[in-house]
């Protein structure tokens, strides 16, 4: 029968037009992977129109998937398997299958219409024509294969058609040597509700796992063996979803309701379409009128006692900014999550960037600094979150998370913790001695410089707060100059001693000093993780610096920084964290940008540490093309 | 004493904060200030359990100057506050303070869409047609024509009738009343804290230095019998000093008569649970008509935000028993090691 060839890691793109249900093969073969013991990392990619015209280059949608025999940090640069359901799904993904890499075609998607949609010339059909012989093509009419395999049965024409997404599970399912069951399992579930559908569905999905066995077309078969993962329970889970089960988990670890608040916008509204699903779970939600009204009801909930979350992207966050100096004027525990998009404006609503990192940091009147922290993985902003909430619960601070729309849609797997092995979570309750002749002292601050948090219902307690500057303890307006200066320090102070608690910087890869350091942040940290891996394995003096706590900076930083000859810093905006560590540190740093609304490739970061070892200059537009 | 608990009873006095209160001398805010107190001391709502929330103005400084629990935010906002606290904490007492520029100029939004959900707490919006704070500019309530420093030439905007906005939102009380009649203030504002849901209430406030004497024709005593209509549950809508005027409609045409010429069971008699009545009310404006004051509207049949939510979370409770682990773990998850996948 067939050989089977073990392969370390294998990237595929399920791509097809929007209706054709990629998201869901793309996610279901996730599962199969995952079951299989892969470890694994994968990117949805829709197109922003919700009905783009079917067949066009705009209404394609596809899905990636990276799985493998070692720890997998990003989805892939390149694919090694392409399914491409029609000719516009050919058109825009070619480009990411590698050479000699497999490519499946459905003829059916290549008829007259589909390439004149798609923009091929008159008369010309990629799949005959030649220009496909640097890929291993496999041409099937996947649309003719179901209709004979449900061929009587009682569905609709169209009802039958849209089955065909199961046949390419089947088959690749054959292809990488796996079980059915898991696979029929998920359908069991989703189609529960309809028999007809239930049976066509596993029909087609076995049709095409048979199709590989008996058509010959394919030389070999695959087997990815388990990764080396840590035991423990494990999910697969996108970045929003991390997010929304981080806080709501904070909130139970401190013993707090979790209100949340969110106006629809891309790539966060997720987190409000799950948040308003979890009422049994002590959540609050509220579809807010405006980004304005969601960060003001979250600092209304965080006044009542509660911790106040929103999250929010691009433009959402720039109407924010004063109810956050708001915030920070008040001390109040709320998290405001920037899943980042391109921008300015409007941009690319589903394309990510990590452009708002200085606004983030610097983005409002008045000296107000707030904790700044960002999520490396999908799984990670579960931690991300519950440390974001930990933050402004234990003192008294907004915090902004920084995500993006790369680690918001994409998902990797999650080792679920115990809940006992979470940090704990007190908030600075307000006590008797917090009171003076009878009157609260609302800004009467601990030995870290935390105020206390008294919440309306308490007797003995009322006290007033507002956006005017406060006197030192009673809270009281004050417009006295020094005390505004003590007040503005006491602020930031607060901020320098939170720094000092936070775990000291390390190295990420790599050695402790040396000729380069790369510096991450946020969503690039797959890419650069492997990137350096690879440097490192060609024997490049290169280390990996990954920083989680963008405000304050940890403890550490700057010395580890001193250790080495260059820095680089890879990010997708113009070099907005490579400017906060020149100014922080006063060192010289090396920026890579790329600022097209695409996550970074690993073949990218190498290219750039090269350059950056040879000591080539010229790295602020460095990306092909630019 | 409070026929609820063996503590003294609370005086107005118990309300107020120990902060000196800075409105001008004048001001039609002390008027609402010592109102709301006696109102509070009335119902003998504890003190912990009231929370003052306000945006920025003149009138925003008000939870500053009250012995209960406050917060002063940003400018239009103070609605959007209340959302997430009345969410997380549905047992208090909320007032939401206002004016005619934080209310309905850069917050118009909020306010509109707090009366939209039925959010039950007090708004209290201080209209005295003009920004004080920031020195006497043109407000949207300001009559057309008025100068001011950002309308040298006059006016040439028209202004919104407050009531007739929140009416159409579904605010589910709706009064207008002044600070020169401290009887009414005080009945308007004691029906407004006793109405569940979202209740509006528009005080003309006179601002002796910027606008003075904006609402003269409905507070001196010559004017005032004749533009000024007191309206009560049940009674006619009769005005002038003997009541020697009323007004009553033609199909949906108002229109001004002598009182004596209206047989009894032609005469427009108050209904304040009437919505569509209360918005022909809400809209006498200018002459020949009569300013209405009082009770326009106040229904307290309508569920409030806070019932409807919490109806959900009941249900979503029934439905689901919350088990974090199982909720982290989602519908597929498996296990790694000790050979238990």
Redesign the interface.
């Given at each position: 029968m067939y050989s089977t060839t073990p392969r370390r890691d294998v990237t595929i793109v399920f791509a097809g037009d929007s209706g054709e249900g990629m998201q869901l093969t793309g996610s279901y073969f996730a599962?199969t992977s995952?079951?299989a013991?892969n470890d694994l990392a994968t990117l949805p990619n829709y197109p922003a129109e919700i009905r783009a015209p079917q067949g066009t280059l705009a209404g394609v949608s596809s899905f990636q998937l990276r799985f493998g025999s070692t720890e997998i940090l990003t989805p892939g640069d390149q694919c090694d398997v392409l399914v491409a359901m029609n000719a516009a799904a050919l058109k825009t993904h070619l480009h990411l299958l590698k050479r000699g890499g497999l490519l499946i075609a459905n003829e059916a998607g290549f008829d007259r219409r589909n390439l004149r949609l798609a923009g091929y010339p008159e008369n010309s059909n990629p799949l005959t024509d030649g220009s496909l012989s640097d890929y291993e093509l496999i041409t099937l009419n996947i649309s003719q294969l179901v209709a004979s395999a449900l061929a009587d049965s009682p569905l609709s024409v169209r009802e039958r058609e849209r089955t065909k997404n199961m046949f390419v599970l089947g088959l690749l399912a054959w292809l990488f040597s796996r079980p059915l069951e898991p696979l029929e399992q998920?359908i069991r579930?989703k189609f529960a509700q309809r028999a007809e559908l239930l049976e066509a569905n596993l029909r087609v999905l076995r049709a095409g796992y048979a199709f590989g066995e008996t058509s010959e077309l394919f030389a070999s078969r695959y087997e990815i063996p388990q990764a080396p993962?840590?035991?423990?329970?494990?999910?697969?889970?996108s970045g929003n979803e991390a997010l929304v089960?981080g806080f709501?988990?904070a909130a139970?670890r401190a013993g707090v309701?979790l209100?949340y608040?969110g106006y629809p916008i891309t790539p966060a509204s997720e987190v409000l379409h799950q948040m308003e699903r979890?009422?049994?779970?002590?959540v609050?939600p509220?579809q807010?009128?405006?980004e304005?009204?969601?960060l003001?009801?979250?600092?209304?909930?965080?006044?009542?006692?509660?911790l106040?979350v929103t999250a929010t992207s691009g433009p959402g966050f720039s109407l924010m900014s004063?109810?956050l100096g708001?915030a920070v004027m008040?001390e109040l525990p709320v998290v405001v999550c920037d899943i980042q998009r391109a921008g300015p404006s409007t941009g690319m609503p589903t394309k990510p960037e990590q452009a708002d990192l200085l606004q983030a940091l610097y983005g409002r009147h008045g000296e107000a600094p707030l904790a700044v922290i960002a999520p490396a993985t999908p799984a990670d902003c579960f931690t991300a979150a519950y440390e974001a909430a930990r933050i402004a619960l234990e003192w008294m601070t907004p915090v902004v998370l920084l995500s993006d729309a790369f680690l918001a849609n994409g998902s990797d797997l999650w080792r679920?913790?115990e809940?006992d092995s979470l940090p704990p979570i007190q908030p600075p309750w307000a006590t008797p001695e917090h009171r003076s002749d009878g009157?609260f002292l609302p800004y009467q601050r601990d030995e870290r410089g935390v105020r206390p948090w008294a919440?309306?219902?308490?007797?003995?307690?009322?006290?007033?707060?507002?956006?005017?500057e406060k006197e030192e303890l009673t809270g009281?307006?004050s417009y006295d100059p020094l005390n505004h200066e003590r007040m503005v320090r006491a602020r930031a102070r607060k901020l320098a001693r939170l720094a000092e608690t936070l775990p000291p910087q390390t190295i990420t890869l790599g050695p402790a000093a040396g000729e380069l350091a790369v510096v991450s942040w946020g969503s690039t940290y797959g890419s650069i993780y492997t990137a350096v891996q690879e440097c490192l394995r060609q024997g490049l003096p290169v280390a990996h610096i990954h920083v989680r706590y963008l405000h304050p900076l940890p403890p550490g930083l700057g010395e580890l920084l001193a250790g080495f000859r260059r820095i680089l810093v890879p990010e997708l905006n113009s070099g907005q964290f490579a400017h906060l560590l020149r100014a922080h540190y006063r060192v010289d740093v090396l920026s890579y940008a790329k600022i097209q609304g695409l996550p970074l490739t690993v073949n990218e970061v190498v290219g750039a540490i090269q350059r950056a070892l040879h000591n080539e200059p010229a790295f602020q537009l460095t990306s092909p093309n630019c | 004493m409070n026929p609820l608990s063996n503590s003294p009873a609370l005086t107005a006095k118990d309300y107020a904060?120990?902060?000196e209160v800075r409105w001008c001398p004048g001001c039609g805010d002390y008027a609402i200030l010592k109102q709301v107190q006696t109102v509070l001391a009335e119902l003998q709502i504890?003190?912990?359990?009231v929370?003052?929330?306000s945006g920025?103005g003149c009138s925003s400084r008000f939870?500053?100057y009250?012995?209960?629990?406050?917060?002063?935010?940003?400018h239009g906002?103070a609605?959007?506050?209340?959302?997430?606290?009345?969410?997380?904490?549905p047992?208090?007492h909320v007032w939401i303070i206002t004016g005619d520029g934080d209310g309905l100029s850069i917050g118009t939004?909020?306010l509109l869409?707090l009366l939209r959900r039925n959010l039950d707490v007090t708004v209290v919006l201080f209209n005295n047609q003009v920004y004080g704070l920031t020195k006497g500019q043109l407000s949207p309530t300001s009559p057309p024509g008025q100068v001011t420093p950002s309308s040298p030439w006059g006016s040439v905007e028209f202004p919104f009738n407050p009531v007739l906005l929140a009416l159409s939102a579904g605010a589910t009380f709706v009064a207008r009343t002044l600070d020169r009649d401290l009887a009414h203030l005080r009945m308007v504002l004691t029906r407004a804290a006793q109405h569940r849901g979202a209740a509006f209430v528009e005080v003309y406030q006179n601002c002796p230095v910027f606008n003075d004497g904006a609402f003269a024709r409905f507070t001196e005593k010559e004017s005032k019998p004749w533009n000024a209509l007191f309206v009560e549950h049940g009674k006619p809508l009769c005005f002038g000093p003997n009541g020697e005027r009323t007004v009553r409609l033609r199909g949906t045409t108002p229109e001004v008569v002598p009182t004596e010429e209206v047989a009894p069971a032609e005469l427009w008699v108050h209904d304040e649970t009437d919505r569509a009545h209360a918005f022909l009310l809400a809209q006498l404006w200018d002459d020949p008509f009569p300013r209405p004051f009082g009770v326009l509207y106040a229904d307290p049949s309508k569920p409030t935000y806070e019932e409807l939510f919490f109806e959900?979370?009941q249900r979503?409770?029934q439905?689901?028993?919350?088990d974090?682990?199982a909720?982290?773990?989602?519908?597929?998850?498996?296990?790694?090691?000790?050979g238990e996948?």
């Amino acid at each position: 029968m067939y050989s089977t060839t073990p392969r370390r890691d294998v990237t595929i793109v399920f791509a097809g037009d929007s209706g054709e249900g990629m998201q869901l093969t793309g996610s279901y073969f996730a599962h199969t992977s995952a079951l299989a013991g892969n470890d694994l990392a994968t990117l949805p990619n829709y197109p922003a129109e919700i009905r783009a015209p079917q067949g066009t280059l705009a209404g394609v949608s596809s899905f990636q998937l990276r799985f493998g025999s070692t720890e997998i940090l990003t989805p892939g640069d390149q694919c090694d398997v392409l399914v491409a359901m029609n000719a516009a799904a050919l058109k825009t993904h070619l480009h990411l299958l590698k050479r000699g890499g497999l490519l499946i075609a459905n003829e059916a998607g290549f008829d007259r219409r589909n390439l004149r949609l798609a923009g091929y010339p008159e008369n010309s059909n990629p799949l005959t024509d030649g220009s496909l012989s640097d890929y291993e093509l496999i041409t099937l009419n996947i649309s003719q294969l179901v209709a004979s395999a449900l061929a009587d049965s009682p569905l609709s024409v169209r009802e039958r058609e849209r089955t065909k997404n199961m046949f390419v599970l089947g088959l690749l399912a054959w292809l990488f040597s796996r079980p059915l069951e898991p696979l029929e399992q998920l359908i069991r579930e989703k189609f529960a509700q309809r028999a007809e559908l239930l049976e066509a569905n596993l029909r087609v999905l076995r049709a095409g796992y048979a199709f590989g066995e008996t058509s010959e077309l394919f030389a070999s078969r695959y087997e990815i063996p388990q990764a080396p993962l840590e035991p423990g329970t494990y999910r697969s889970i996108s970045g929003n979803e991390a997010l929304v089960l981080g806080f709501i988990t904070a909130a139970h670890r401190a013993g707090v309701k979790l209100f949340y608040a969110g106006y629809p916008i891309t790539p966060a509204s997720e987190v409000l379409h799950q948040m308003e699903r979890l009422l049994a779970y002590e959540v609050y939600p509220l579809q807010a009128e405006d980004e304005i009204a969601a960060l003001c009801a979250a600092i209304g909930a965080a006044f009542g006692g509660h911790l106040g979350v929103t999250a929010t992207s691009g433009p959402g966050f720039s109407l924010m900014s004063e109810a956050l100096g708001l915030a920070v004027m008040l001390e109040l525990p709320v998290v405001v999550c920037d899943i980042q998009r391109a921008g300015p404006s409007t941009g690319m609503p589903t394309k990510p960037e990590q452009a708002d990192l200085l606004q983030a940091l610097y983005g409002r009147h008045g000296e107000a600094p707030l904790a700044v922290i960002a999520p490396a993985t999908p799984a990670d902003c579960f931690t991300a979150a519950y440390e974001a909430a930990r933050i402004a619960l234990e003192w008294m601070t907004p915090v902004v998370l920084l995500s993006d729309a790369f680690l918001a849609n994409g998902s990797d797997l999650w080792r679920i913790p115990e809940l006992d092995s979470l940090p704990p979570i007190q908030p600075p309750w307000a006590t008797p001695e917090h009171r003076s002749d009878g009157t609260f002292l609302p800004y009467q601050r601990d030995e870290r410089g935390v105020r206390p948090w008294a919440v309306p219902g308490t007797p003995g307690f009322e006290h007033r707060i507002g956006g005017l500057e406060k006197e030192e303890l009673t809270g009281n307006v004050s417009y006295d100059p020094l005390n505004h200066e003590r007040m503005v320090r006491a602020r930031a102070r607060k901020l320098a001693r939170l720094a000092e608690t936070l775990p000291p910087q390390t190295i990420t890869l790599g050695p402790a000093a040396g000729e380069l350091a790369v510096v991450s942040w946020g969503s690039t940290y797959g890419s650069i993780y492997t990137a350096v891996q690879e440097c490192l394995r060609q024997g490049l003096p290169v280390a990996h610096i990954h920083v989680r706590y963008l405000h304050p900076l940890p403890p550490g930083l700057g010395e580890l920084l001193a250790g080495f000859r260059r820095i680089l810093v890879p990010e997708l905006n113009s070099g907005q964290f490579a400017h906060l560590l020149r100014a922080h540190y006063r060192v010289d740093v090396l920026s890579y940008a790329k600022i097209q609304g695409l996550p970074l490739t690993v073949n990218e970061v190498v290219g750039a540490i090269q350059r950056a070892l040879h000591n080539e200059p010229a790295f602020q537009l460095t990306s092909p093309n630019c | 004493m409070n026929p609820l608990s063996n503590s003294p009873a609370l005086t107005a006095k118990d309300y107020a904060s120990d902060q000196e209160v800075r409105w001008c001398p004048g001001c039609g805010d002390y008027a609402i200030l010592k109102q709301v107190q006696t109102v509070l001391a009335e119902l003998q709502i504890p003190r912990e359990q009231v929370v003052f929330l306000s945006g920025i103005g003149c009138s925003s400084r008000f939870p500053y100057y009250m012995g209960t629990y406050g917060l002063h935010g940003i400018h239009g906002r103070a609605p959007a506050f209340a959302y997430g606290l009345k969410l997380t904490r549905p047992e208090l007492h909320v007032w939401i303070i206002t004016g005619d520029g934080d209310g309905l100029s850069i917050g118009t939004n909020h306010l509109l869409h707090l009366l939209r959900r039925n959010l039950d707490v007090t708004v209290v919006l201080f209209n005295n047609q003009v920004y004080g704070l920031t020195k006497g500019q043109l407000s949207p309530t300001s009559p057309p024509g008025q100068v001011t420093p950002s309308s040298p030439w006059g006016s040439v905007e028209f202004p919104f009738n407050p009531v007739l906005l929140a009416l159409s939102a579904g605010a589910t009380f709706v009064a207008r009343t002044l600070d020169r009649d401290l009887a009414h203030l005080r009945m308007v504002l004691t029906r407004a804290a006793q109405h569940r849901g979202a209740a509006f209430v528009e005080v003309y406030q006179n601002c002796p230095v910027f606008n003075d004497g904006a609402f003269a024709r409905f507070t001196e005593k010559e004017s005032k019998p004749w533009n000024a209509l007191f309206v009560e549950h049940g009674k006619p809508l009769c005005f002038g000093p003997n009541g020697e005027r009323t007004v009553r409609l033609r199909g949906t045409t108002p229109e001004v008569v002598p009182t004596e010429e209206v047989a009894p069971a032609e005469l427009w008699v108050h209904d304040e649970t009437d919505r569509a009545h209360a918005f022909l009310l809400a809209q006498l404006w200018d002459d020949p008509f009569p300013r209405p004051f009082g009770v326009l509207y106040a229904d307290p049949s309508k569920p409030t935000y806070e019932e409807l939510f919490f109806e959900q979370v009941q249900r979503a409770r029934q439905r689901t028993t919350a088990d974090l682990p199982a909720l982290l773990r989602g519908r597929n998850w498996w296990h790694i090691g000790n050979g238990e996948r």
